[in-house]
């Protein structure tokens, strides 16, 4: 099976504030998502070379520094989920959907 970025990056955030808040280490928080972020930029450069990559990565970065803005608005948690659905679905779209990630793969045919 070919691994779906989308839930990776999605669990990556969820996990990563969860451990923030759970140990009250920022930092910790951080090399969690990194531990999620670090097999998605591998895939991506696998599937689809340096320039969507590196957009994809932006994304995510994105995200990141989006769910803290509007954690001030919303609350955090909510703002982590709404942040995780939003690029869950933007990841689908621009780059498992194309791979055939989540379908069996050849060899386990």
Known sequence: MR???AVLAA???I???????ASGS???GGVVLLLFAAPCVLIWAHRHGRRL????????ILAFA???A???????????????????IAYWR???SRSGAGEPSQAAA
């Open 3 to 5: 691994p779906p970025t």
């Open 11 to 13: 669990a990556g955030l």
């Open 15 to 21: 996990a990563g504030y969860g451990a923030a808040v």
């Open 26 to 28: 920022r930092p910790l």
């Open 53 to 60: 990559t590196a957009a994809l990565t932006a994304l995510g």
């Open 66 to 68: 989006l769910s803290h």
């Open 70 to 88: 509007l954690g001030l608005l919303i609350g955090a948690w909510p703002a982590v989920l709404v942040m995780a659905a939003a690029v869950s």
């Open 94 to 96: 621009l780059s498992d």
